[in-house]
T-cell receptor
Framework: ETGVTQTPRHLVMGMTNKKSLKCEQH?????MYWYKQSAKKPLELMFV???????ENNSVPSRFSPECPNSSHLFLHLHTLQPEDSALYLC?????????????FGPGTRLTVT | KNQVEQSPQSLIILEGKNCTLQ??????????LRWYKQDTGRGPVSLTI?????NTKSNGRYTATLDADTKQSSLHITASQLSDSASYIC????????????FGAGTTVTVRA
């Protein structure tokens, strides 16, 4: 295990539902990330938090809303999603945001929007 | 256009055989390049990291090479095992203070007995 956990592992939701993804890191890292991984495509960076401050919102639609209450926890709140939002959502953490700091990934949440 | 291109998209090899995966990038400036392994149902895990001055780095049966002049990297898997079946992702970091990474789409390797 990488020290980054994500729940739930699988989620099926309708377009009118509201749900939240949770990520927790046990590594004492200062930065956390949300990525979207679609089949056969490169990972897409969605949000970056450094020391609990959001430093990146990569043109993500407002139907995705991140929350970072402390340096160990990261949430992604979902509402009125579209079928094209179906993907694997990966959370990652790192000691810092630059240099050679490795990003440690969680196992992901497989999201299906019906 | 993606700044990190990987080839092939997928490959199938027999257990015990070797294979080489390719990564070409256009990211500039260049800080470092990592190869990640992503097993089905799991997140990516780093195999190697290479900086500008490094040409070769090994991690067990995995050997990565880097040619910073031609902006090419390769990952060689020796004596493949069934557990090597996974997606291998090439990731490039630009400026040393840049938190943004450029990801390749990955090469899916299937090892058959």
């Amino acid at each position: 295990e990488t020290g980054v956990t994500q729940t739930p592992r699988h989620l099926v939701m309708g377009m009118t539902n509201k749900k939240s993804l949770k990520c927790e890191q046990h590594l004492g890292h200062n930065a956390m990330y949300w990525y979207k991984q679609s089949a056969k495509k490169p990972l897409e960076l969605m949000f970056v938090y450094s020391l609990e401050e959001r430093v990146e919102n990569n043109s993500v639609p407002s139907r995705f809303s991140p929350e970072c209450p402390n340096s160990s926890h990261l949430f992604l709140h979902l509402h009125t999603l579209q079928p094209e939002d179906s993907a694997l959502y990966l959370c990652a953490s790192s000691q810092g945001t630059g240099g050679t700091y490795e990003q440690y990934f969680g196992p992901g949440t497989r999201l299906t929007v019906t | 256009k993606n700044q990190v291109e990987q080839s092939p998209q997928s490959l199938i090899i027999l257990e015990g055989k070797n294979c080489t995966l390719q990564c070409n990038y256009t990211v500039s400036p260049f800080s470092n390049l990592r190869w990640y392994k992503q097993d089905t149902g799991r997140g990516p895990v780093s195999l190697t990291i290479m900086t500008f001055s490094e040409n070769t780095k090994s991690n067990g049966r995995y050997t990565a090479t880097l040619d910073a002049d031609t902006k090419q990297s390769s990952l060689h898997i020796t004596a493949s095992q069934l557990s090597d079946s996974a997606s291998y992702i090439c990731v490039v970091r630009g400026g040393s203070n840049d938190y943004k990474l450029s990801f390749g789409a990955g090469t899916t390797v299937t090892v058959r007995a």
